[in-house]
């Protein structure tokens, strides 16, 4: 059955660094997602891309961040100079057409 | 704006007895509603959706739930727990015909004692 993938597994990096989040999703896919889990906290919604554009953005989203997918398998989230505070685990979900997101098995930033 | 409550952060059920976890939600329009199941150290697993079918949707490993607009609740439930069900069940809304985010619970942690 094909699945989201996501790399790194684990991302350790200091504070002001930046960092690229990869995932691949699932190839006939269009809608792509990311999703971020503070630990011991709910999934939280960060970006949906859509036709190569931002679709929805949430107030987490902030200028540190971007999105891409710079070719037709990989869609990317990039933090420009990570925090503290960025130290969750990142999750990278897609779909087709229809209402059911696939959630890959998520990055963990950690931030020193 | 949309929601997702779910009573319990955490719960504890004995080995065959029937789980059930709560949610209720809050939404504007009509929803998709979803429950997810998180492993220890693993990623999120779809268990079951709503999208407007029967109202009591099955899922995989047992498990169901049950659309009641008039409460608007989504409860998960099983009759007989088993010990690999111990895990953080998520429940989530969407919005419908739209290319949306999902608006997830803060999750209830599930202990089943042997």
């Known amino acids: 059955e094909p699945e989201v993938t996501q790399t790194p597994s684990h991302q350790v990096t200091q504070m002001g660094q930046e960092v690229i989040l990869r995932c691949v999703p699932i190839?006939?896919?269009?809608?792509f997602y990311w999703y971020r889990q503070i630990l011991g906290q709910k999934v939280e919604f960060l970006v949906s891309?859509?036709?190569?554009?931002?679709?929805?953005k949430s107030e987490i989203f902030d200028d540190q961040f971007s999105v891409e997918r710079p070719d037709g398998s990989n869609f990317t989230l990039k933090i420009r100079s990570t925090k503290l505070e960025d130290s969750a685990m990142y999750f990278c979900?897609?779909?087709?057409?229809?209402?059911?997101?696939?959630f890959g098995p998520g990055t963990r930033l950690t931030v020193l | 704006a949309q929601s997702v409550t779910q009573l319990g952060s955490h719960v504890s059920v004995s080995e065959g007895a029937l789980v059930l976890l709560r949610c209720n939600y809050s939404s504007s329009v009509p929803p998709y509603l979803f429950w997810y199941v998180q492993y220890p150290n693993q990623g999120l697993q779809l268990l079951l959706k709503?999208?407007?079918?029967?109202?009591l949707v099955k899922g995989i490993n047992g498990f169901e739930a049950e659309f009641k607009k008039s409460e608007t609740s989504f409860h998960l439930t099983k009759p007989s727990a088993h010990m690999s069900d111990a895990a953080e069940y998520f429940c989530?809304?969407?919005?419908?015909?739209?290319?949306?985010?999902?608006?997830f619970g803060k999750g209830t942690r599930l202990h089943i004692l042997p």
């Open positions: 989530a809304v969407s919005e419908r015909n739209r290319d949306d985010k999902i608006i």
């Open positions: 979900a897609s779909r087709q057409n229809t209402d059911t997101q696939y």
């Open positions: 709503y999208t407007s079918a029967a109202t």
């Open positions: 891309f859509y036709n190569n554009e931002i679709s929805e």
């Open positions: 190839s006939n896919h269009l809608y």
